[in-house]
């Protein structure tokens, strides 16, 4: 599975971004879909994540701000971010649980990260 992640850049604090992944490859379902950030110096960090089931979870920081959402039958997965502030900035990276179908019939369970998009925040 491939997540191809788009929509960052440069903004002022106050403005929104929209933060889109397309997760593609063969004979795969996801089960789980997330977006993770990592600030300049610190730690990669969970921002928000929707699972099958469609119950959202958001890191404290970003509630009320950022909405994650999930288009299934696309197998992508987008995150609104609004009122972006300077704490916001970092690189931010898609991130997938699914299940594949081998040759063989059986199913694997993997996860997978795309390649990361900046997301830059100015004051």
């Known amino acids: 599975v491939q997540l191809q992640a788009s929509g960052g850049g440069l903004v002022q604090a106050g403005e929104s971004l929209r933060l889109s992944c397309q997760a593609s490859g063969s004979r795969f379902s996801i089960n789980y879909m997330a977006w993770y950030r990592q600030p300049p110096g610190k730690q990669r960090e969970l921002v928000a994540a929707i699972p099958n089931n469609g119950r959202t979870n958001y890191a404290d920081s970003v509630k009320g701000r950022f909405t994650i959402s999930r288009d299934t039958a696309k197998n992508t997965v987008s995150l609104q971010m609004n009122n972006l502030n300077a704490e916001d900035t970092a690189v931010y990276y898609c991130?997938?649980?699914?299940?594949?179908?081998?040759?063989?019939?059986?199913?694997?369970?993997?996860?997978?990260w795309g390649q990361g998009t900046q997301v830059t925040v100015s004051s």
């Open positions: 991130y997938a649980v699914a299940t594949l179908q081998s040759d063989s019939d059986s199913e694997i369970l993997d996860h997978y």
